[in-house]
């Protein structure tokens, strides 16, 4: 399976192609962005990023899992690509009409890593975009060198974290970003990014 367009089949295109998805994917709404508000609300932005680095443990397992699976489904790769491109689209389109969380209704929790581990444990988002977007980055990776799906998940998870802690700083100090202006044009950037990954997925049916 040949790499992504966008991957240019080189390592350092693996490893763009992570940070470009973790970038996006960390500045998306979600359960787990409603877990690193609310525990930085009540504590501090420390809280946040234990929540945000909830991750770590959560999603090796699920990683694994999906990689073997897509891997083992090439023969219906176009059907996979399809539903990734629908997948992607529909984020795009999330995003675009994202408006501002009401920080107000925040549900406040203890505990801020192990409800991190929870929210992720049952959260669709990470095995929906494992199994459909990151699965077949990582199978190519590996098609085009054993290291590379470890520079695209480090690419992907540096950057998904620094992602989310840059939320919670950024409520702990101000609570109004989240209601500016700023953060719908962030939004509105990752619409951008998601869109040009659909696309993407979308060239690769034959």
Known sequence: MDPFA???GSMIGILLA???LGLMEG???GPLMMVVISETMKHDWKSGAKVSA???ITDGPIILLMALAWNSLKEYENWLSAAAAILLLWLSWKAFNTKAPLISETQEVEH???NGIMTNLVNPNPYRFWGLVGAPFLVAAWGLNPWAPALFIIGFFSVFIIAKVFIAVTVHRSRGFLQSRGYLIVMRSC???LLVFAI????RLT
């Open 200 to 203: 993407g997925f979308g060239l």
């Open 112 to 114: 801020s890593l192990r």
């Open 191 to 193: 619409a951008i990014g």
């Open 27 to 29: 500045f998306l709404p």
């Open 18 to 20: 992570g940070i470009a």
């Open 6 to 8: 966008f991957a240019d």
């Open 54 to 56: 909830s991750v770590l």
